[in-house]
C-alpha cells in the first residue's frame, strides 16, 4: 500500500530542511555508496562488516529500495540491491539488529495493516528471508516507521504518523516515537514515550543503543545547533522514565544530523545530511571523540564443531548470576555459525551455548566495574557428545579449599542435568582438579576427589543415577595454566567431564 503524496512530502521536509552551512566537524562522505540520488537511514552490522541504507537510485524494484554495502580491505563495496527484501513500493528505514541475526524496516507495500508497517527478515549465512509484517498491536492503520530494537532483542522502538487509514489523510502533521515490549512470544500495546522525549511535533528516528540504557533520537527543539539534531536521554536500568536530556553538542552540526548509526563500540557514527551544496542527500561518516553512552563489552565469532570444524546453529542464553531467572536468548546464525552478543556494564553475566549433541559452552562476565566498552573475538568449539571427548565447564565453582558447591554452579550444573536426561544411554567420568598452591595444608588428591564426588551427588539428587556418573581426582597433576599466577591457578581449578558412552 503505497503512502499518499502529502505524507511524503511531510517526511522529505522533515528529514532534509533547514540551513546547511560548512561545519568544523571532520564528517567524511562514504564515497564508495554515494551517488548523485539520495542515500539515506543507514545501518551498520554488529562486526561492521556490513552496511544497509536506503536509496532512490535507479536499478531497484520500487521508488526507494534497499542496499547493502561489505566492508573489505578498509573500504567499502559497491553496493548490492536487497533482491529478496525490496518490493514495488518505499521500503528504507533498516535496522540490522544486535545480535545480527534479524533487520527490521519500513514499508508501505500491499498487504499491510495501514498506511507503512514494520517488517523483519532473518539472516541465513549471507541471504535474508522474504519480509514478514510483524503485525498487530504494532503496526496500525497510521504509519510506524524507523524501528531499533534493544540488544536483548525484547523492546522495540519506533515512530508512528497519524494517517486516516480510508482517506490517506494526515491525522495530524506530527511524528512521535513509541515503544513495545515483547513478552510470551508477542508484542505488548505499544506506549508514547514521555516527555523530555515527545515533547514536540517532530521527534523521531530513536535508536536505543547497546548499553540498553541511553536513547538517541532526532528532534527539532530548540537548543540544538541545527534545525533537527541528535538528542539523549537516559534511564536506570529498565525503567520507564527518561531523564537526563542533552544535546550531543560534539555530533551536532549546523546542518541537519538525522537517520544516524553507530557502530556497536561507537567509535564510529553514521548519518544522513546533505552538505557542500549537494542536492542530494549522503552517508557520512564520522569518528566520535565523546562516549555517547555506557560502556558494553561485545563478544562476536563463530560456533563450530570441535571435531569436525563445521559451523553449528546454536541457542545462546545470557543469565545473571545473581538471579538466574532473569535471562534472555539469541540464536547464532544458521549457516554460518557466527554470532554477537552485546551485555551493557552493571551485572555478572553467565554466558551458556548450547546445540542438540553437543556439550554446552559457558563462560562469566562480570561487568560490575566495567569502564570501557571493547568488542573481541570469541571463536566457540562445541563437543559432541561421543565416547572419549573431554569438556572443561568453567562455571562450576567451590568453597576455598572446600569441596562445598557455590549456589552460583547450579546455572551449569542443571544444564547437565538435562542434558543427561535428554540423552539416558550417556555416562560420564567427572574428573576433579586443582590448583598447586604451595605451603597448602590440604591434599590437592583428596580435594580434587570430593569435588568430583560432590558433582556427583548433585547429579544423584536430581535424579540422575549413580551407575552413569563415574569419579576420579588428578589433585594439581594436570597443570592447564601457570601455578605461579593467580590467572593460571583458576584454570587449573576446573571440573572435567569424559563421555564414556553416548549410545
Not at 498506511?115 to 510483524?134: K, M, Q, T
Not at 561507537?266 to 552538505?275: C, E, L
Not at 569436525?308 to 536468548?329: A, C, D, Y
Request: charge should be positive; charged fraction near 30%; aromatic fraction near 10%.
Amino acid at each position: 500500500m503505497r503512502i499518499i503524496l502529502t505524507i511524503a512530502v511531510i517526511v522529505i521536509n522533515l528529514f532534509f530542511s533547514g540551513e546547511r552551512l560548512f561545519s568544523q566537524i571532520e564528517w567524511t562522505p562514504v564515497k564508495a555508496v554515494n551517488t548523485k540520488y539520495h542515500e539515506f537511514s543507514v545501518t551498520i552490522s554488529p562486526d561492521g562488516s556490513f552496511m544497509i541504507f536506503g536509496s532512490d537510485r535507479p536499478g531497484g524494484a520500487g521508488d526507494k529500495d534497499l542496499w547493502i554495502s561489505y566492508y573489505k580491505e578498509k573500504k567499502w563495496s559497491a553496493p548490492e540491491n536487497l533482491k529478496t527484501l525490496n518490493s514495488p513500493f518505499h521500503d528504507q528505514e533498516p535496522f540490522i539488529t544486535y545480535d545480527g541475526n534479524a533487520l527490521l524496516f519500513s514499508s508501505d507495500r500491499d498487504g499491510g495493516y495501514g498506511v507503512g508497517d514494520i517488517y523483519v527478515s532473518f539472516r541465513n549465512g549471507i541471504d535474508w528471508s522474504a519480509p514478514v509484517n510483524i503485525g498487530a498491536p504494532v503496526n496500525t492503520t497510521d504509519s510506524e516507521k524507523m524501528p531499533s530494537l534493544s540488544m536483548d532483542n525484547r523492546e522495540l522502538f519506533f515512530s508512528r504518523i497519524p494517517v486516516d487509514y480510508k482517506t490517506r489523510q494526515l491525522k495530524k502533521e506530527e511524528i512521535q516515537i513509541f515503544s513495545s515490549v515483547y513478552k510470551e512470544d508477542h508484542w505488548l500495546v505499544p506506549v508514547k514515550l514521555p516527555k523530555p522525549v515527545n515533547q514536540m511535533d517532530y521527534d523521531f528516528a530513536s535508536r536505543i543503543m547497546p548499553d540498553n540504557r541511553t536513547l538517541l533520537f532526532c528532534s527539532a527543539r530548540k537548543g540544538g545547533k541545527g534545525r533537527f539534531d541528535i538528542w539523549r536521554v537516559k534511564r536506570k536500568d529498565n525503567s520507564s522514565m527518561w531523564t537526563r536530556l542533552s544535546n550531543i553538542s560534539g555530533i551536532n552540526t549546523e546542518n541537519n544530523e538525522v537517520h544516524f548509526a553507530f557502530t556497536i563500540s561507537g567509535d564510529r557514527m553514521y548519518m544522513t545530511s546533505q552538505r557542500d551544496g549537494r542536492k542530494d542527500y549522503d552517508i557520512y561518516e564520522y569518528k566520535v571523540q565523546e562516549k555517547i553512552s555506557d560502556p558494553t563489552i561485545t563478544l562476536q565469532g563463530r560456533i563450530t564443531n570441535k571435531k569436525s570444524g563445521g559451523p553449528v546453529e546454536s541457542s545462546i542464553t545470557i543469565e545473571l548470576f545473581k538471579n538466574p531467572k532473569e535471562k534472555f536468548r539469541i540464536n547464532s546464525n544458521k549457516k554460518s555459525g557466527e554470532y554477537s552478543i552485546t551485555l551493557p556494564k552493571g551485572d555478572d553475566y553467565s554466558v551458556t551455548v548450547e546445540a542438540p549433541g553437543f556439550m554446552f559452552y559457558s563462560r562469566r562476565l562480570d561487568l560490575t566495574e566495567l569502564t570501557n566498552s571493547s568488542v573481541t573475538n570469541v571463536d566457540i568449539g562445541l563437543h559432541p557428545l561421543v565416547k572419549g571427548e573431554s569438556i572443561v565447564i568453567n562455571t562450576i565453582y567451590f568453597d576455598p579449599d572446600s569441596y562445598k558447591l557455590k549456589e552460583e554452579s547450579h546455572i551449569a550444573l542443571d544444564r547437565i542435568v538435562e542434558i543427561l536426561k535428554q540423552n539416558p544411554a550417556l555416562k560420564i567420568l567427572i574428573k576433579g582438579h586443582v590448583a598447586k598452591v604451595p605451603d597448602s595444608k590440604i591434599d590437592p588428591q583428596w580435594l580434587s576427589r570430593k569435588r568430583a564426588e560432590e558433582v556427583k551427588n548433585y547429579f544423584v539428587k536430581k535424579n540422575i543415577s549413580s551407575s552413569r556418573l563415574k569419579t576420579k581426582g588428578f589433585g594439581s597433576s594436570r597443570p592447564i595454566g601457570d601455578n605461579n599466577t593467580e590467572e593460571g591457578r583458576k584454570q587449573n581449578r576446573r571440573t572435567e567431564f569424559e563421555i564414556l558412552k553416548s549410545e
